[in-house]
């Protein structure tokens, strides 16, 4: 890859400025520039972001250098500088018709006021527009760019694991992947999946979901989602991805709702591993009136501290009622360590079963009446059992 560094001014990058959106594309220096090719992550500086980069420029601080790519046809791509070239080309804007720059975010002055682009002094006005960026312009093959951008020294808020994923796996089903879960003014997945999806669309995370939950595995198996891409990558669109992500949110739906406004929803639901859920249990038949009315009383129980597990005990129980193994699901209240000295002083060290004595740290606190029958974590519901007795009795 050939790369050769160029000093361009401000005003000349953010000329031809213009924000189609996801599917309009960004472009900018005289319309030359494709501030976000296919493999690009979205835009995702905050607004405190932005500031600073702007606050750095009317500072004379150097901002670090970008890249570009220059195409056979001699336009351009950015390779690294996005998130930078947006928050300046948001500020500066665009030109209306009464000639006024009309930026999309202020800045605060020395004096503590906000000020747009138009609002700044002739002098900070130039100063922005004069200021030059070191731009490295590259020329090489589609995989030198590639292998490129994985290397390079990011600036600013780091690649996520899908963004880079998407810098690799381009192609049409991505592209089409995108209009159902990248952000967009009106995101499809988000509108429908946000009560029960922990994720930022804006950084792409609602799509490495989907895309965990069709391969059938977690988030952070890396290689199974990169399988999924591969396998999909040349699909001419990703309707199936989709249909598979509304088919878990509408099961969710249907099994822990009791009427039609779908009124039982909690905060408990918002990123649980629903992928897994729905492959486990959805050939299950459930009653959702039974099953709210499990989760309404695990709810309340204040021996439950895990109440994120409470979904997937309620569903595991309700298949399975004598399946024990799942109350680890909901990290059950232990005894204190008071509780534990107190019981131990009670039995002078003497465990009930055997009859033995033991030092403390040789015994462990028990539940003489087991939670699922009833029984809570107080003084009079343990006893102190020997760890040989404890276990016999925790295998019966």
Partial sequence: MNIHPQSIKVIDVIDGFKD???????????????????????????????????????????????????????????LDGQQR?????????????????????????????????QSLTKEDQDKILNYELTIYVCEGTEKEKLEWFQIINMVGKQLTPQERRNAIYTGPWLSDAKRY?????????????DPFVKADANRQEYLETAIAWAAGCSTS??????????????????????????????????VFSTGPKFPNYRREMKGLDWGQLYLEFSDC?????????????????????????IYEYA???????????????????????????KKYDEQGGICPKCGKHFDISEMDADHITPWIKGGKTTLDNCQMLCKSCNRSKGAK
């Fill in 20 to 78: 189609g959106g996801e599917t309009g594309g960004v472009v900018a220096y005289h319309g030359l520039l494709n501030v976000r090719p296919k493999y690009q992550r979205n835009f995702c500086y905050d607004v405190p972001d932005e500031q600073k980069v702007i606050r750095s420029i009317l500072n004379g601080w150097p901002l670090n250098v970008m890249y570009w790519v220059k195409n056979p046809d001699g336009t351009f791509e950015i």
């Fill in 85 to 117: 070239t947006l928050s300046i080309c948001n500020f500066c804007g665009t030109i209306n018709e009464k000639g006024i720059r009309n930026g999309s975010f202020l800045i605060v002055g020395a004096d503590g006021k906000q000020y747009n682009f």
């Fill in 181 to 193: 879960f990248s952000a967009t003014a009106s995101n499809p997945a988000k509108s429908i999946g």
């Fill in 221 to 254: 198996d890396s290689a199974k989602i990169e399988a999924y891409m591969a396998k999909h990558r040349n699909d001419e669109n990703a309707s199936e991805l989709w249909q598979y992500f509304c088919d878990v949110i509408d099961w969710i739906k249907k």
């Fill in 285 to 309: 038949t459930f009653q959702a009136e039974a099953l709210e009315k499990d989760v309404a009383a695990l709810m309340l129980d204040d021996e439950v501290t895990k109440k994120s597990g």
């Fill in 315 to 341: 569903l595991l129980s309700y298949v399975d009622p004598s399946n024990r193994s799942a109350l680890s699901l909901l990290n059950l209240r232990t005894f204190s360590e008071e509780i534990r000295r």
